[in-house]
T-cell receptor, first 113, second 113 residues
Framework: SAVISQKPSRDICQRGTSLTIQCQVD?????MFWYRQQPGQSLTLIAT?????????ESGFVIDKFPISRPNLTFSTLTVSNMSPEDSSIYLC??????????FGSGTRLTVV | GENVEQHPSTLSVQEGDSAVIKCTYS??????FPWYKQELGKRPQLIID?????GEKKDQRIAVTLNKTAKHFSLHITETQPEDSAVYFC????????????FGTGTSLTVIP
């Protein structure tokens, strides 16, 4: 099964700044997914990152706010841009393990002050 | 797109009793239904899953049932233990969306010793 290393694990950021979250997978995967989990809420898909093409964003999420990179089949980054306190949340990357469902990174707990 | 509803949002049971969490989905094309357990401050972990060609699956104290006609599936935990206390998420996935997962809103289960 895939192992995902996600960092940073947590950060406290000033409003108006940007934070880039990194996910490294120990095997090649076609698609990587980025989720947001607000306090006490379910997981909301932000976007799907495919290697070699632009990410596909879900309704309510735009590339200018959440730019994603996918330079190869084992790595992806999500940037939270021009942050506001409403962006305080846990951000998780995940990969599809095929028949075994999704594996999630350990998450990044972001607090915007 | 797919819409997954989950009930109840909170559930308290006495240790040793059974717990049942129910989910419904809207897209008849969905064919994969995993359940995730998320302990406080940790990433979601897959605990059991079921595919649309199967009506029931069991793994020790946990089982999942699927009714494709009614478009609902349920998680059953028997002989509950305090360590079962967590938030549980159901999800549905259909191949036409690249196997993206659509999560339910979560159930916070508390097992009272």
């Amino acid at each position: 099964s895939a192992v995902i290393s996600q960092k940073p694990s947590r950060d406290i950021c000033q409003r108006g700044t940007s934070l880039t979250i990194q996910c490294q997978v120990d095997s090649q995967v076609t698609m990587m997914f980025w989720y947001r989990q607000q306090p006490g809420q379910s997981l909301t898909l932000i976007a799907t990152a495919n290697q070699g093409s632009e990410a596909t964003y879900e309704s309510g999420f735009v590339i200018d706010k959440f730019p994603i990179s996918r330079p190869n089949l084992t790595f992806s980054t999500l940037t939270v841009s021009n942050m506001s306190p409403e962006d305080s949340s846990i951000y998780l990357c995940s990969v599809n393990r095929g028949l075994g469902g999704y594996t999630f990174g350990s998450g990044t707990r972001l607090t915007v002050v | 797109g797919e819409n997954v509803e989950q009930h109840p949002s909170t559930l308290s049971v006495q240790e040793g009793d059974s717990a049942v969490i129910k989910c419904t989905y809207s897209d008849s094309a969905s064919n994969y239904f995993p359940w995730y357990k998320q302990e406080l401050g940790k990433r979601p972990q897959l605990i059991i899953d079921i595919r649309s060609n199967v009506g029931e699956k069991k793994d020790q104290r946990i089982a999942v049932t699927l009714n494709k006609t009614a478009k609902h599936f349920s998680l059953h935990i028997t002989e509950t233990q305090p360590e079962d206390s967590a938030v549980y998420f159901c999800a549905a996935s259909e191949p036409n969306t690249g196997n993206q997962f659509y999560f339910g809103t979560g159930t916070s289960l508390t097992v009272i010793p």
